[in-house]
């Protein structure tokens, strides 16, 4: 019996750390869709050595798109991630619907996205 417990304990550990690590991807994902604060990019600018700042200029000329965060790219990004392991479809697909305000992913889109992506010949972490 005390075998069982120190297996579960340790599976509930495994579960833990993956889904912390999970929650960093989907945090680093939409930092990418936040307004900065004009202070702080400011200090951060006049930090910038002159090539910097140039080459920054030129990638603020290319023509840009008012995108939105994606719940399908996130899902690919979580399962490809070697801590999805430890996680189940359902699980995953909660915390990109926490993750992205208005989403409505399923584990059955999770699922669905990880079978096109075996297809296309991505090898996932592992099968669910």
Sequence with gaps: MSNIITKLNAKIETLKVAQAEIIKISEDYMKGFEAQDSDTRRKE???????DLINLVLSLE???TNAKPQSGELLKRILMSNSSVAL???TIAQIVCATIPGAETSAKSARSIAHDLRVKG?????SR
């Design 45 to 51: 600018l006049e930090t910038m050595d002159h090539a």
């Design 122 to 126: 991505y090898v996932l972490p592992k």
């Design 88 to 90: 189940d479809y359902e």
């Design 62 to 64: 290319k023509p840009k």
